[in-house]
């Protein structure tokens, strides 16, 4: 695993850090090719106040250096501008007595389907806030940052990044005869980052049903990788397998309950001749070696490594746990029966998670590439690179 990363922050104190690192020295990267991604994670239709209180920007606090990486850790903070709001709720400093700021905020009616519970009881506390603010979503405003300097690395290999929303609470968008040349600026053009305008109206008038009941709502994204050459990952071991290590990427993000690669669950339905993909010779496609597959089903991996197609994922998430209609709970306190406590929410996060989607794509991409390129230096690994492609291109050339 050359390229590590990890993140700190709760989603009220004051900043998210990202911590990135094995980038090559010598990508080229500027604030602004993250706060471009940032600012994409932040849209969506059915986001609650919070996203009107934030404008997430990135301070490089190491690793960058006259607009490109040194090739030491690449650290980030992204400041949280709710934090004015929570200072005395959130202060590291110990508390003078239990009247002051900290408790009124204290959460002890659990969320469903949240962290609040099973946290509290694990690492023993009182206040489920202990547990919630790090649960919160907002961490994942650290990981796209990460994932968009990964996005510059995969961008100078000739690799683009891509998703678009496919499934809203019920709803199927429809999938284009034909992609866009540029899926991100369709998608990021439509309020839901659909492709399918009448699916959008649809949607946008069930969340806006589903917020007026208090209720919350799920859906699907689908990640598109295009330009990535044959061999990324290895099918020798569990851990090196290539949708092992996506699956896991993808599952890790909040509330996300389900990942499909290619054709997914619906592979299992099928005989074999209507899953595999047959493969003709294609003079001059040198990603894939000089071959092509006559259709993608398995969405561009194959025994764990990339048959260099399209890769394409769906992720599936959850609605939202926090219901402005509390569903029922018990009260830590009391040990009676309770309303869960109801926050200010999102009605759905889903347009929001595929650009997430897309940071954890990029993560593992970046790292996949640096493992079978090299990577001290950005000259090395597009000089493996190219020197790869050119042995692969002869050898069905
Ligand atoms: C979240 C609850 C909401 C969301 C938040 C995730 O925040 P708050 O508790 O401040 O209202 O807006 O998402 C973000 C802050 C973000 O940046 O995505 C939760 O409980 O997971």
């Known amino acids: 695993m050359p390229i590590r990363f990890s993140t700190a922050g709760e989603s009220h104190g004051p900043a998210l850090v990202s911590l990135l690192e094995g980038v090559p020295a ?49 650290a980030m903070l992204i400041r949280n501008r709710d934090w004015t709001n929570w200072q005395a ?20 009616r659990p969320r469903p389907g949240h962290a609040d519970l099973t946290g509290i009881l694990k690492y023993d506390r009182d206040d489920a806030r202990d547990i919630l603010e790090r649960a919160s979503a907002r961490e994942t405003t650290a990981r796209v940052a990460a994932g968009a300097i990964c996005r510059r690395l995969l961008a100078e290999c000739g690799v683009t990044v891509a998703s678009h929303l496919v499934h809203l609470g019920g709803i199927d968008a429809a999938r284009p ?9 369709a998608a990021d053009a439509s309020p839901l980052r659909t492709l399918d305008a009448d699916a959008e109206r649809r949607m946008i ?38 949708d092992g ?15 499909e690669i290619g054709l ?49 994922i769906r992720v599936a998430m959850k609605p939202i746990s926090t219901l402005m209609r509390p569903l ?27 650009v997430i ?16 390129f090299g990577g001290d230096s950005m000259g090395e690994l597009r000089r493996n690179l190219d020197s790869y492609l050119a042995h692969v291109a002869e050898r069905l050339g």
């Open 26 to 74: 010598g990508l080229r990267v500027l604030a602004e090719d993250v706060n471009a991604d940032l600012a994409r994670r932040q849209q969506g239709y059915g986001r609650g106040r919070r996203m009107q209180i934030e404008r997430d920007e990135v301070e490089f606090l190491s690793g960058v250096r006259a607009g490109e990486t040194v090739g030491s850790p690449v």
């Open 89 to 108: 709720i959130m202060d590291p400093a110990p508390r003078a007595t239990d009247a002051d700021g900290a408790r009124q905020r204290a959460v002890h």
């Open 177 to 185: 005869g034909e992609m866009p040349a540029d899926i991100n600026a």
């Open 205 to 242: 008038a069930l969340i806006d049903d589903i917020k007026r009941d208090g209720n919350t709502l799920g859906g699907v994204c689908e990640v598109i990788v295009d330009g990535l050459p044959v061999g990324l990952g290895s099918h020798v071991s569990w851990d090196r397998k290539l």
């Open 245 to 259: 290590r996506l699956a896991q990427a993808m599952l890790s993000i909040p509330a996300v309950k389900g990942v």
């Open 264 to 312: 997914g669950f619906e592979a299992s339905r099928r005989t074999g001749a209507d899953v595999h993909d047959e493969i003709e010779l294609a003079p001059g496609r040198t990603r894939t070696g000089n071959v092509r597959r006559r259709t993608n089903r398995a969405g561009g991996l194959e025994g764990g490594m990339t048959t260099g197609e399209p890769l394409v």
């Open 328 to 354: 029922g709970t018990i009260d830590t306190r009391t040990g009676e029966e309770a309303e869960a406590v109801a926050e200010r929410s999102d009605v759905t996060a889903v347009p929001a998670m595929g």
């Open 357 to 372: 989607a897309e940071a954890m794509a990029a993560l593992v991409l970046a790292d996949a590439m640096v493992e079978k």
